[in-house]
């Protein structure tokens, strides 16, 4: 079992920055690829961000690239997405998850494990 922490998400005026965290424990020995993603009221779950085991390959959503990193520390068993130049449209909640083996970063059917999501509100 894999236990997923997301924390780091608030208010923030648009064009502002917001760094969010995902502490994964239990079976952290595992070599997880990990993925963002944001569901936003009324709308469906889309996907962030990915990141690889290692954080050698990365890829992200059209909508978010230029203005989004993920990144992971694996002795610290964190993944992080640091968002910048925020605009209003961000404005959802913010889901990590993990996916063994290969398979595609951006379906949410791939990620066996999930966190409880973290609110990211962004005004205008």
């Known amino acids: 079992q894999v236990n997923l922490v997301e924390s780091g998400g608030g208010s923030v005026q648009a064009g502002g920055s917001l760094r969010l965290s995902c502490a994964v424990s239990?079976?952290?020995?595992?070599?997880?690829?990990m993925g963002w993603f944001r569901q936003a009221l009324g709308k469906e779950r889309e996907f962030v961000a990915g990141?690889?085991?290692?954080?050698?390959?990365?890829t992200y959503a059209e909508s978010v690239k230029g203005r989004f990193t993920v990144s992971r520390d694996n002795a610290k068993n964190t993944v992080y997405l640091q968002m910048s130049s925020l605009k209003p449209e961000d404005t959802a909640a913010y889901y990590c998850?993990?996916?063994?083996?290969?398979?595609?970063?951006?379906?949410?059917?791939?990620?066996?494990?999930w966190g409880q999501g973290t609110q990211v509100t962004v005004s205008s």
């Open positions: 990141i690889s085991w290692s954080g050698g390959s990365t």
């Open positions: 998850a993990a996916r063994e083996g290969s398979g595609s970063f951006y379906y949410a059917y791939e990620y066996k494990y």
């Open positions: 239990g079976r952290t020995s595992s070599r997880y690829a």
